[in-house]
């Protein structure tokens, strides 16, 4: 599995209840870009239309090579490829549970371009902060470790 790019801040605004692996349906050009490593999902979403789930606001960079780049749109909504069992579940989760769907990163999985997308709920600020204080002790443990070990 190799991540093209990832949604680092997902896992801070939100407590991820589930993972799933989807396809995505793209187009050539959009697959070179992301392969070039030109994809960014930080502030994209997921949204469910007419029963189907489409990927939105994803930014693709458009790559120089190609001449009729007017016509290409880097933050079209991209379709995502689940089957409808999962699509059902996805659906209820969200509708009486009032969570969200986020994406958090696209990769590669046996040469096809794969996304993982977690439904969440969102954090408080107070969450975030207790989150960020156990990150700091559990720094701050390992660099007392290890000067103790070294000492």
């Known amino acids: 599995m190799n991540i093209l ?17 989807a396809g995505i349906a793209l187009e050539g050009w959009e697959v070179k870009s992301i392969k070039a490593g030109h994809g960014q999902i930080s502030e994209s979403y997921v949204s469910i239309i007419n029963h189907e789930i489409f990927l939105i606001n994803a930014h693709l960079k458009i790559l120089p090579m190609y001449t009729n780049s007017d016509n290409l749109n880097p933050t079209r909504k991209r379709k995502l490829l689940l089957s409808k069992k999962e699509i059902q579940q996805i659906t209820n989760e969200v509708k ?37 204080k156990t990150k700091e002790w559990n720094r701050k443990k390992q660099r007392l470790i290890k000067s103790n070990s070294s000492s």
């Open 5 to 21: 790019c990832s949604n680092k801040k997902a896992a801070f605004r939100y407590t991820l209840v589930k993972k799933i692996e």
């Open 96 to 132: 009486i549970n009032g969570l969200t769907i986020i994406p958090t990163k696209i990769y590669t999985k046996k040469s096809l371009i794969k996304i993982e997308i977690a439904v969440g709920k969102g954090k408080k600020l107070v969450d975030k902060r207790h989150d960020i």
